[in-house]
């Protein structure tokens, strides 16, 4: 299996609370991504790194934020839970070694549930 | 902007029947890449297919067959004689250069009965 966990797997937590959702990989992969997934929408890209301390957004990132400051963890973060950001929320990694080539297969986490009551 | 249509929510058949996911994709870039993930209900995402644009062959692995048109804009997926190990939610996925990001169908879900 890749070297990717994501933590915590399953979390409840209430409205307006900080979430912290971590991935951490042992791939030394360059590239790192945030997806949610929901029923009826696939998954969508929330935030996405090229490497430490390059991060950029994806489709659906308002009221997320990212953090990487090391290669081998991505940090995503909601500053204050909303019940829309109840969802699956997938780290995937890549060792795509050039930013400009679409080739990229994407290694994914196993999920983290977050519940926001 | 890109884009990525499985219009068929949720498929049942039953086992050993054929079965095909469609998969329609919108891009205007010349340069793109097509993907199959397969997740089972286990919920983990596994890879199954990557096509570049300039290679529209069709693919056969095992049970499994991909079908490229870039004249209709098409990258379906038929499983042949299906087993209820193929029941999975089944995401086309498309990656256009530059950026390598993905972009996801909505997902088909697949029942496979016994």
């Known amino acids: 299996d890749a070297g990717i966990t994501q933590s915590p797997r399953h979390k409840v937590t209430e409205t307006g609370t900080p979430v912290t959702l971590r991935c951490h990989q042992t791939?030394?992969?360059?590239?790192m991504y945030w997806y949610r997934q929901d029923p009826g929408h696939g998954l969508r890209l929330i935030h996405y790194?090229?490497?430490?301390?390059?991060?950029d957004k994806g489709e659906v990132s308002d009221g997320y934020s990212v953090s990487r400051s090391k290669t081998e963890d991505f940090l995503l973060t909601l500053e204050s839970a909303t019940s829309s950001q109840t969802s699956v929320y997938f780290c995937?990694?890549?060792?795509?070694?050039?930013?400009?080539?679409?080739?990229?297969?994407?290694?994914f986490g196993a999920g983290s549930r977050l519940t926001v009551l | 902007a890109q884009k990525v249509t499985q219009a068929q929510t949720e498929i049942s058949v039953v086992e050993k029947e054929d079965v095909t996911l469609d998969c329609v994709y919108e891009?205007?870039?010349?340069?793109?890449?097509l993907f199959w993930y397969k997740q089972p209900p286990s919920g983990e995402l596994v890879f199954l297919i990557r096509?570049?644009?300039?290679?529209?062959q069709n693919e056969i692995s095992g049970r499994y067959s991909w079908n490229f048109q870039k004249s209709t804009s098409s990258f379906n997926f038929t499983i042949t004689a299906s087993q209820v190990v193929d029941s999975a939610v089944y995401f086309c996925?498309?990656?256009?250069?530059?950026?390598?990001?993905?972009?996801f169908g909505q997902g088909t879900t697949l029942q496979v009965k016994p």
């Open positions: 995937a990694i890549s060792d795509q070694t050039d930013r400009g080539s679409g080739a990229n297969v994407l290694t």
């Open positions: 791939e030394n992969h360059r590239y």
């Open positions: 790194s090229y490497g430490v301390k390059d991060t």
């Open positions: 891009t205007r870039d010349t340069t793109y890449y």
């Open positions: 096509r570049n644009s300039f290679d529209e």
């Open positions: 996925a498309l990656s256009v250069v530059p950026g390598g990001k993905l972009i």
